[in-house]
């Protein structure tokens, strides 16, 4: 007891200590030797003399930093610097509005209901239409199995339920009067838990904001209503949108228990993958879509930058947030992209472009260009994205190799480190960043903490080098339709994070132990007209999406 009691003391001690030198420190004048000491951090020398020439300049900016700081910035206020991935003399690749879903056979309601877990959107819908079945039953229907399997999968932070029965149930009564809305009217849905939604917490998947209610929907919320959609859940993300882990445990994959979901898409993922819910809506910084997709053998679509809305939603980093649906099939994401694209006069960044999407269209005279150097080398899913090749062939795709532009992108994601460091700016200097799950070395605390050492010289230059990167984009894809990559095999995901192009990930293949493996599509910027088309048809002569995990836990 005494021993402890003396731990106590001295633990007291130093952590007083601690904040005392804390403020000493904030306090005391810079000095010559402390300027070249930092210099070292970012990799220039400065003599004696130039870096006492510096004093007082930089005296002065530590000043205008605490004055700034005194004023409170919510995450929701975006920089007057809006990123724009558009190259020189770039035209946009569909140049009309028109959305023709494929003809569909005759969809019956099933005599074992649980299979009405699986349905896609499109069947949902034409069982909906038909009035087979009601918008609340479905919604019952789905609310039950996420109370049934969330306990184990974790993926769901709150059913809303009590607006979800209400959405439905106007949507029952508007379909009886004839006032049917388009094929998402009445159809259940989930959103990642960083989109607001007015009367529900908006958790961010992280301890400090687990209580976080924010009095505003989000526009792609508001959208989805507007389409007659119901919203069942938010669901969960990895905290602060990394990883699968989040205040409330790890989400896992429902094929396979003993493996997280992957993220920070976790919960959108998950829940699709369990047939939990038809879609949800997801994020993608870094592989937020593209990799829980991949995970969970959903079908994710990740939209060109500055075509969906981000109001409403938590910035990470202001240049490379996306938001796109995961769904269970390539034409169920473009029914849903369908309804939230477009600009809202509240995200700056959004560009008005057209949507030109045939679900009925085949491959005759596309152009598919493919990463010849990442399919050619010996990687885990070889064998199966060669197939995946040879199915496009077989349906008169004409396919032609390249090489994607070489760039240290890798090094530019300092990029999106230094947003997000901005982004959660008072997180830090609070020191509420100790209460995040995650504490390793590789996690957010660590990373907004380096973030802030980033100089403004060297954001802005990867920002020059990126534009360099966009330009050559475009050269490269001037010949192609679309590309398609590994997944996981090469610098693609990175590059096109940065250069803001369009893809759509989805399953190719299982593994031997029964987990999915999956496959990249790549469009043309504000091209994903042809990017789901494309993936629709190779989609559609496979039946991988048609699998599901075996859901008795």
């Not at 877990?117 to 009035?131: G, P, Q, S």
């Not at 809303?160 to 508007?174: G, I, S, V």
């Not at 995200?347 to 949507?355: E, K, N, Y």
């Not at 029964?514 to 910027?525: A, D, K, N, V, Y």
Request: glycine share 8%; with cysteine.
């Amino acid at each position: 007891m005494k021993k402890t009691l003396i731990y106590f003391v001295i633990i007291s001690i130093v952590f007083i200590s601690g904040a005392f030198v804390g403020k000493m420190f904030n306090d005391e004048k810079l000095t010559v030797s402390l300027v070249q000491q930092a210099g070292k951090i970012f990799g220039i020398e400065f003599t004696v003399a130039e870096a006492d020439s510096m004093l007082t300049d930089l005296e002065s900016h530590r000043t205008g930093y605490e004055n700034i700081r005194k004023i409170n910035i919510d995450n929701s206020v975006s920089p007057t610097l809006v990123f724009d991935p558009l190259p020189t003399g770039f035209v946009f690749p569909d140049d009309k509005n028109s959305f023709i879903p494929s003809k569909i056979k005759s969809i019956k309601l099933p005599k074992n209901t649980d299979d009405l877990a699986f349905y896609t959107v499109r069947e949902l819908a034409e069982l909906i239409r038909t009035k087979q079945i009601s918008s609340v039953e479905l919604t019952k229907f789905y609310i039950d199995r996420i109370k049934k399997y969330n306990p184990t999968l974790l993926n769901t932070v709150t059913i809303t339920e009590e607006l979800a029965m209400k959405q439905a149930a106007t949507a029952d009564a508007e379909i009886k009067a004839g006032k049917y809305r388009g094929l998402l009217h009445g159809i259940p849905y989930g959103a990642k838990d960083l989109l607001s939604v007015n009367g529900y917490k908006t958790t961010w998947g992280s301890v400090p904001f687990k209580d976080q209610v924010l009095e505003v929907d989000a526009t792609v919320i508001k959208k989805l209503e507007e389409a007659g959609a119901v919203l069942v859940a938010k669901l969960t993300l990895g905290e602060l949108a990394w990883g699968d882990v989040w205040f409330g445990g790890k989400t896992l994959n429902p094929w396979d228990l003993k493996r997280g979901s992957s993220g920070s898409s976790a919960g959108s993922a998950s829940a699709v993958a369990g047939g939990l819910l038809p879609f949800a809506i997801g994020s993608e910084t870094l592989g937020s879509i593209v990799s829980p997709s991949s995970e969970c053998g959903t079908t994710g679509l990740r939209p060109t930058f500055g075509r969906v809305s981000k109001h409403g939603a938590m910035a990470l980093s202001w240049s490379m947030d996306k938001l796109g649906p995961i769904t269970r099939s390539v034409e169920d994401a473009a029914i849903v992209f369908n309804a939230i694209y477009g600009a809202d006069g509240k995200d700056l960044s959004v560009i008005d472009a057209g949507f030109d999407f045939d679900g009925n269209r085949n491959l005759k005279g596309i152009r598919i260009g493919y990463l010849k150097s990442d399919f050619d080398r010996n990687y885990p899913n070889k064998k199966t994205d060669s197939a995946t090749l040879v199915t496009l062939r077989s349906l008169g795709a004409e396919l032609i190799p390249i090489q994607l532009p070489a760039y240290p992108v890798g090094n530019m994601v300092t990029i999106l480190y230094a947003e997000s460091a901005a982004a959660f700016d008072e997180l830090t200097r609070s020191g509420k960043d100790d209460m995040l799950v995650r504490q390793i070395r590789n996690a957010w605390p660590n990373v907004f903490r380096a973030g802030r050492f980033i100089p403004a010289v060297e954001y802005i230059q990867a920002n020059r080098l990126r534009s360099m990167l966009i330009e050559d984009m475009h050269k490269m894809m001037k010949d192609v339709d679309v590309y398609i990559s590994p997944s996981f095999a090469s610098s693609n995901l990175t590059l096109t994070n940065l250069s803001g192009h369009p893809c759509v990930v989805l399953p190719n293949g299982f593994r031997a132990n029964g987990t999915p493996m999956s496959i990249t599509f790549m469009g043309q910027l504000f091209g994903e007209g042809k990017l789901l088309t494309v993936a629709k048809a190779y989609q559609d002569a496979t039946d991988f999406h048609k699998k599901h995990p075996n859901m008795n836990f």
